[in-house]
């Protein structure tokens, strides 16, 4: 029950600002793409694979440059990131930051990361479901240099990938020889990004659940400190909250988190009269009723950042909770704020 129809994505704004830091007008890439020249200035418009695809087929026809992903991925650095590459950039490590990043990306049913691990390495490729094209060279591209970008500014540590291959045949562009430092293969069988595994081990010395939770309204109104609630249990809920968008906590983090052992969690629980399961329930209602009450972050960002595996899913427990659908919940919610 996903709030974004089957191919139709998102083109997030940080990208049209980046394209025009890079010296191409977004209008312009607009019109050669034959699509609304404005449509850029709308946050909430959707594209289709087939358009997206256009639009970065576009951006190359008018740069000629087979370097130019790598200056617009420096081009963000200039006119902003999106938000979810900024919260990935302040998380534990390079592993959960690229956790964070897949997560977003499955809001999109456009594009998906495929990342496996194995051997010592992790390898991530690229699958567009309503694709009946070749991927453009320049989205590849970008997408492969972010993850690099992301593993450098997060531990800020030069690393680099133990190989890129590309399926397409060699097209100049020194500079991605340079960004990536690593072997290039060209005239692969497909398109892969090839990393070392103790690599996404790398802490990210920034990590700041504060910054994060600043990135989002909601939840830095979510977030309370520990030293302020009454209950051992409600201390538990306020790590379980900020532990939701990297996936399923487990009780052995959050006893890690807490400076205590797995079993003196679970006895201290239980003294409370409650249990692990009913306080991870618990901090997911409340966490989700403050992320929805913000109108900016979409329900299906709303579901990634609980944990969800999907939106589906996200809407199934919420109706449990309150008996109504996220979205209708949402318009009541606006509904009785425009009373006061």
């Known amino acids: 029950m996903s709030a974004i129809p089957a191919d139709r994505c998102k083109m997030p704004q ?3 600002r980046a394209f025009e830091e890079a010296g191409v007008k977004p209008a312009a890439i ?6 609304p020249a404005n449509l850029h200035l709308n946050t909430h418009a959707l594209l289709s694979t087939t358009q997206i695809f256009a639009i970065y087929r576009t951006v190359e026809e008018l740069v000629d440059d087979p370097d130019f992903a790598i200056k617009l991925v420096k081009a963000f650095d200039r006119s902003g990131h999106q938000p979810a590459f900024l919260a990935a950039c302040y998380a534990a490590d390079y592993r959960d930051a690229l956790a964070r ?9 456009c594009e998906k990361f495929v990342i496996s691990e194995g051997g010592g390495e992790l390898t991530i490729s690229k699958e567009w479901p309503y694709s009946t094209q070749s991927e ?10 972010f993850v690099v970008q992301l593993g450098r500014k997060g531990t800020g540590q030069h690393i680099a990938p133990l190989r890129v291959d590309f399926a397409r045949p060699r097209s100049g562009g020194a500079e991605h020889e ?3 430092g ?4 060209y005239n692969a069988t497909r398109n892969l990004l090839v990393m070392r595994s103790n690599d996404l081990d790398r802490p990210f010395p920034g990590h700041n659940w504060e910054f994060l939770a600043l990135l989002t309204p909601a939840l830095a109104a979510a977030r309370s400190g520990l030293e302020a609630e009454s209950t051992f249990s409600e201390q538990v809920k306020v790590v379980l909250k900020r532990s939701l968008a990297s996936g399923r906590p487990e009780i052995s983090s959050i006893a890690r988190d807490l400076g205590t052992s797995e079993r003196t969690l679970q006895r201290r629980i239980t003294e409370d009269g409650t249990t692990f399961r009913q ?15 913000d109108p900016t972050i979409s329900i299906d960002e709303v579901a990634v950042l609980l944990g969800y595996q999907d939106t589906s899913s996200f809407y199934r427990a919420f109706k449990e909770w309150q008996g109504v659908t996220p979205h209708n919940w949402r318009a009541q919610s606006g509904d009785r704020a425009s009373l006061h």
Request: aromatic residues 12%.
């Open 182 to 185: 690593c072997p290039i293969r």
């Open 30 to 35: 607009l019109r050669h793409a034959r699509l």
């Open 136 to 145: 453009p060279a320049l989205s590849i591209d970008v997408s492969f240099a």
């Open 279 to 293: 306080l991870l329930a618990d901090a997911r209602q409340e966490l989700g009723e403050h992320l929805l009450s």
């Open 101 to 109: 990043i897949d997560r977003f990306k499955r809001l999109s049913t």
């Open 178 to 180: 340079a960004f990536f």
């Open 14 to 16: 940080a990208f049209w």
